[in-house]
């Protein structure tokens, strides 16, 4: 069975620091494009950071500076280095990906995983 699975959420205080790993395992020959988003209840789900293929990274801008997204393609695994994390950083995160298998490439989602920042 072909999932990503989320892990390293968690309570932090504000100016820590938590790593996100999201992992995908089955079935697959690669991960292409990766993604990790954030939702808070009530609010849109907001895209946080991208990285493509080759490694190309881009961020929101609220968490530029403050974010690193990685990938370790031999691991299948892509990596949310979160630093100076502020309260409003606090969400479920899920990570979203572009599969490649033999069939072709497919999108799937994680489960998510809560991060939450308080004092």
């Known amino acids: 069975q072909v999932q990503l699975v989320e892990s390293g959420g968690g309570l932090v205080q504000p100016g820590g620091s938590l790593r996100l790993s999201c992992a995908a395992s089955g079935n697959i020959f690669s991960i292409n494009a990766m993604y990790w988003y954030r939702q808070v209840p009530g609010k849109q789900r907001e895209l946080v950071a991208t990285?493509?293929?080759?490694?190309?990274?881009t961020y929101a801008d609220s968490v530029k500076g403050r974010f690193t997204i990685t990938r370790d393609n031999a691991k299948n695994t892509v990596y949310l280095q979160m630093n100076s994390l502020k309260p409003e950083d606090t969400a479920v995160y899920s990570c979203?990906?572009?599969?490649?298998?033999?069939?072709?490439?497919?999108?799937?989602w994680g489960q998510g995983t809560q991060v939450t920042v308080s004092s």
């Open positions: 990285i493509t293929s080759d490694g190309t990274t």
């Open positions: 979203n990906g572009n599969l490649r298998m033999r069939s072709g490439i497919y999108n799937y």
